[in-house]
């Protein structure tokens, strides 16, 4: 169980691209990276307004003098102090991802970087080449698979305790882009735009996440080939979609099911992961954090509940409130930010053997990520094709 003691030599001096008062995930990273005392806020290009960048970052704490106007400014001025930020976290549009990433590996920086990575698999093997020969890490925000009981999930099926995996079923939808964006904030507009957006908008956006959980879970099944059946219900957001269905078909002849939604109205946004085997079958949704449902075929259905002493040991462990309190997505992001600022400590103290064992979303889950991305669009470009999995 994770109880706030200290796991690495000193707190990571850490700043922020993005992450202003207006956006969407600032806080949500904020509030992963400062819960065990691994982080301390110093420096931080919050907002493309400087002066307004400047008022959040020092009611935050930040002293004035390190609110950055740009990402540019902020290296400039980081790499010619002596107390220099370790690490920075990239929380703006996707179209900035790339450079900004780069600019800070190129400036000696770890990285911490919002989903979906990059636009192309090839900006990704670039960026893992520059992180290697820095020698700095580079890891990704996918906020739910922090949550202990995915790990104990991914423990009953590394344990058999589901039988041969049969069936992937996985869902993230919501309502909240279900009228015309008329009106609609820049969060919005910047997603429905290929320019700023990539290729896709709910898969990149929400469907990165359902594919980088079901990894974890089940880390030995690789995809063959899949179809991908988008469409955009409000026309002014095609060629991009706000609705999609995946169907795969796995290396071991398992089948699955993905749907993502941002049209789905009146839902209020909920994330579904139901893994079937021959023996039994596990369910987990964030809108029941706290439970994982386990159904063994020919027994009475049975409820886990996180932090209780029955569970695998290797989801306890990741536990931070106890059975008796709700676990939810602000624990899931600590969990992740931990174990992020575990594998920068051991990068700058040259522990390598750590890292091998480590887990923690690492460039080569970001990568993952934009190679379903790439293949998903490849096969809805195609009539909604099934293609060969590449």
Known sequence: MINGERTIQRPLRWGMVGGGRTGQVGYKHRTGALRDGTYQLVAGAFDLDAARGVDFGTNLGVAEERCYATYQALIAGETARA????VVSVATPNFTHFEITKALLNAGIHVICEKPLFFTVAECDEIAALAAEKNLIVGVTYGFTGHPLVHQ?????AKGML???????????????????????????????????????????????????????????????????????IATRAPLEDHATVLTHYSNGARGRLWVSSVNAGNMGSQRYRFVGSKASVEWSDSHPDQLLYDVQGEPNQI????????EAEG???????????????????????????????????????????????????????????????????????????
């Open 304 to 311: 886990l509940h996180h932090g209780m002493p029955y569970l």
């Open 163 to 233: 039988g041969d995996i049969r069936i992937v079923d996985l869902q993230y939808t919501h309502g909240f882009n279900a009228g015309d964006d008329v009106g609609a904030g820049e969060a919005v507009k910047w997603r429905t735009n290929p320019a700023t957006a990539g290729a896709t908008f709910v898969l990149g956006d929400i469907g990165t996440h359902l594919y980088y959980l079901s990894e974890i879970v089940l880390p030995e099944l690789k995809i063959e080939k899949l179809l991908c059946d988008r469409k955009a219900f």
């Open 153 to 157: 999930m991914a423990a009953m099926v």
């Open 316 to 390: 306890l462990k990741y536990d931070r409130m106890g059975g008796l309190h709700t676990e939810g997505l602000g624990d899931a992001w600590s969990n992740i930010y931990l174990w992020i600022a575990q594998a920068i400590d051991a990068k700058m103290r040259g522990d390598e053997a750590f890292l091998a064992t480590h887990h923690y979303p690492d460039i080569h889950a970001g990568t993952e990520g934009v190679r379903w991305l790439e293949n998903c669009v490849r096969s809805a470009d195609a009539g909604s094709a099934w293609v060969d999995f590449e």
């Open 83 to 86: 107390d220099g930020v370790d």
